[in-house]
Every structure is written in structure tokens, then in C-alpha cells.
Nanobody
Framework: QVQLVESGGGLVQTGGSLRLSCAAS????????MGWYRQAPGKQRELVAT???????NYADSVKGRFTISRDNAKNTVYLQMNSLKPEDTAVYYC?????????WGQGTQVTVSS
């Protein structure tokens, strides 16, 4: 069982920045592919970015060039640096840990971008 705790959400103006953090309880954090997903009201949850145990990253087209995912294996933490935020980035952001067909989710953190 892996517990994930997100933090760093909040209210920001268009063009602003936020950094989300996700602390994992996993004993062997390094084996997990970590990801950030988001869900806006009335919409399905969607992929934002992932990072493998080897540091390979993947981004949704809508956030490429604006968001950066990273991980600190010594701290069992994954980050999402979000720059140039837009109102359409408003959503609840969820952290995910995945390994061999099993995934875990955090409780989510709200990000609101005002126009």
C-alpha cells in the first residue's frame, strides 16, 4: 500500500506559477512511475505528466513547455512546476504512483487560475 499526499495547490492569476508536491510513503519509491493527473468540473480525469523510475518524462500537449515534472528519490517526493498558468488549467490535481499494473492515488489538491 502506498500513501500519497499532495500539497501546493491554491489560487493564482493567469500567467502565474505554482509548484505542486506529492510525498509518497512507499518504502521503495524509486520503482514507481509517478504521475500528475487533473480533473476539471464536469470533465474526465486526464494525464498531465509522468516520470519513470529512470527519469523519462511525458507530458500532455496542453502543458508542454509550461509544466515540468521532477522527482527527488531521496525525499520520496515528486513535483510539478507549473508556469504560465491559464484559466483552463483550473482543476483538482492528483498524484499517482504506478508499478506493474497497480496504481495509487492521492486525495488531490485544488488549483484555481483566475482570469
Amino acid at each position: 500500500q502506498v500513501q500519497l499526499v499532495e500539497s501546493g495547490g491554491g489560487l493564482v492569476q493567469t500567467g502565474g506559477s505554482l509548484r505542486l508536491s506529492c510525498a509518497a510513503s512507499a518504502t521503495i519509491f524509486t520503482i514507481y512511475t509517478m504521475g500528475w493527473y487533473r480533473q476539471a468540473p464536469g470533465k474526465q480525469r486526464e494525464l498531465v505528466a509522468t516520470i519513470t523510475s529512470g527519469g523519462i518524462t511525458n507530458y500532455a500537449d496542453s502543458v508542454k513547455g509550461r509544466f515540468t515534472i521532477s522527482r527527488d528519490n531521496a525525499k520520496n517526493t515528486v513535483y510539478l512546476q507549473m508556469n504560465s498558468l491559464k484559466p483552463e488549467d483550473t482543476a483538482v490535481y492528483y498524484c499517482n504512483a504506478y508499478w506493474r499494473g497497480v496504481g495509487y492515488w492521492g486525495q488531490g489538491t485544488q488549483v484555481t487560475v483566475s482570469s
